[in-house]
Nanobody, 125 residues
């Protein structure tokens, strides 16, 4: 299975931007569908965004549409989440996830077999 490591989290004020990265091990990154999930304090983990193996197809949770952008660079084995106009309710541990199945709009945790350890994002008001 692919190994995933997230980075880029931190503490920011509302309205600021952050870019998260998810670095994957191995030479077959382009064969994995990828996604970002988050777990706010005291809540269940929830879907944020997904991207197809080629990067041409993306999908988003309604709560982040227009503010977050998911992308990937298969040559660098890395996926990104550009987060703009951050809000306090975006505070969460953010996880990247991968699966070898060719999803175009995966959004359920059970659709992803590999997970990173998470990176904390805290947005102050």
């Amino acid at each position: 299975q692919v190994q995933l490591v997230e980075s880029g989290g931190g503490l920011v004020q509302a309205g600021a931007s952050l870019r998260l990265s998810c670095a994957a091990s191995g030479r077959t990154f382009s064969s994995y569908s990828m996604g970002w999930f988050r777990q706010p304090p005291g809540k269940e983990r929830e879907f944020v965004a997904g991207i197809s193996r080629s990067g041409r197809i993306t999908n988003y949770a309604d709560s982040v549409k227009g503010r977050f952008t998911i992308s990937r660079d298969n040559a660098k084995n890395t996926m990104y989440l550009q987060m703009n106009s951050l809000k306090p309710e975006d505070t969460a541990v953010y996880y990247c996830a991968a699966d070898r199945r060719p999803y175009e709009s995966a959004s359920r945790e059970t659709q992803f077999a590999s997970w990173g350890q998470g990176t904390q994002v805290t947005v102050s008001s």
